[in-house]
């Protein structure tokens, strides 16, 4: 095994196991997440969590989670909230980083990634579940949702929700501008992309003097006697 095979199996080992970790353990966890705008985009950063995510969506009681999501007003509001959110400028401007590049390059090299994949298509298990999706607890219970009126209500009266005040004043706090351009500057925003942008920190063993703000460097460069700087 040559070096850039063995880095690529590193690399690839590496990256699924981190998705392994990250990835929700519930078809309501995953509905949660891609309802995100800080989080959603996390599938198509790394291929393993792309693999997460599609064997996620095999299974029909995501979807239905998703629709269950989709029902509940609170959904739309802590979305509205999300774009509104930094965190959502850095979840998607993080595709800017080359090392995201890298893991799908090693991706398609790893037979692993594109077996995992296929596996998925070709079982069958996944196409039973789906037949029998239909008269799953869970879709009768979706089902008699949209015939409780409650459900309806609860849409009209979420405009006057604290919430969905809350989120609806967020545009005429001046805090959020700033934190939206704090966000970008802030090399984390653009993984290692932005590492590479940031100037190096002066030495600690820096002499004061080499600051060409230091007040007292100034005052050194006066031709003023009772300018100078107390020693």
């Known amino acids: 095994m040559n070096k850039l095979s063995l880095f690529v199996a590193l690399f690839a080992a590496t990256s699924f196991a981190h ?13 949660a997440k891609m309802v995100d705008p800080t989080q959603n985009a996390a599938a198509f950063k790394d291929p393993a969590a792309f693999a997460q995510w599609t064997g996620a969506m095999m299974n029909p009681a995501t979807s239905m989670a998703l629709m269950q999501q989709g029902m509940d007003p609170n959904t739309a509001v802590k ?6 959110n930094p965190a959502t400028m850095q979840n998607y401007m993080q595709f800017t980083d080359p090392a995201m590049a890298m893991k799908w390059m090693a991706a398609g090299m790893n037979p692993n990634f594109y077996t995992s ?4 298509g070709l079982n069958p298990n996944a196409y039973l579940s789906w037949m029998a999706a239909p008269l799953s607890p869970q879709a009768m219970n979706l089902g008699m949702q949209a015939l409780n009126p409650a459900m309806y209500g609860n849409w009209m009266a979420a ?3 604290p919430g969905a005040v809350n ?21 984390k925003t653009y993984g290692s992309l932005g590492a590479m942008m940031t100037a190096p920190a ?12 230091d007040p007292a460097a100034l005052l050194k460069m006066l031709p003023i006697p009772g300018a100078q700087p107390a020693k």
């Not at 998705?19 to 509905?31: E, F, R």
């Not at 979305?79 to 509104?84: H, Q, T, Y």
């Not at 989120?167 to 090399?187: C, E, F, K, S």
């Open 19 to 31: 998705a392994a970790d990250t990835a929700p353990a519930t078809p309501q966890g995953w509905a």
């Open 79 to 84: 979305m509205m909230a999300g774009m509104m």
């Open 117 to 120: 994949l296929m596996a998925q």
């Open 159 to 161: 405009p006057m929700s």
């Open 167 to 187: 989120t609806m004043m967020a545009p005429m706090n001046p805090n959020l501008y700033m934190n939206w351009m704090g966000a970008g500057m802030d090399p």
């Open 202 to 213: 002066p030495a600690a063993a820096a002499p004061a003097a080499a600051n060409p703000m």
